[in-house]
């Protein structure tokens, strides 16, 4: 197949899988974007499963998590706006399962997500940086409360 004809079945959505450009999916179909979604769960979910064999402490994990993992997430959501819940209702419980690996009582992810010095591991919360990055420009005090928000 020439470079035109795979260029055609990209971006007119016949394709399952949605071109990649220095590590962003550029979907132009629902189906890419699920294709996409599942691939970014997948990801974070070998890493977890990689990185729980190391019997690390929580708070190497909430680093793992924040800095190997979840970065990779942060990345795609500059450019990819995923708009179903499910997938950072997902990614949360692959990360607070990956954070409470042998750990009893469970502890709430809302708790996981405060800062260190607050009782907390200090994970980025998913949910707020979607927010923060899904911004579409039209108000920067949004952006800048929600930014100070996230480092109070």
Request: contains cysteine.
């Amino acid at each position: 197949m020439n470079f035109w004809a795979k260029c055609n079945l990209y971006f007119c959505g016949r394709s399952a899988e949605p071109v990649m450009y220095l590590g962003f999916p550029l979907c132009s179909s629902q189906a890419q974007l699920e294709f996409s979604e599942a691939q970014l769960l997948e990801f974070v979910r070998n890493g977890c499963q990689l990185h729980v064999r190391r019997n690390l402490s929580v708070r190497d994990r909430a680093t793992v998590l924040n800095c190997l993992l979840l970065s990779r997430i942060w990345h795609v959501l500059r450019v990819t706006a995923f708009p179903k819940t499910s997938f950072m209702a997902k990614l949360q419980t692959i990360c607070s399962t990956f954070l409470l690996h042998h750990m009893y009582p469970p502890v709430r992810f809302s708790i996981l997500c405060r800062p260190r010095d607050t009782g907390g591991l200090g994970i980025l919360d998913p949910s707020l940086n979607k927010m923060l990055y899904s911004y579409d420009g039209s108000s920067l005090s949004y952006a800048a409360n929600l930014l100070w928000l996230l480092h109070a």
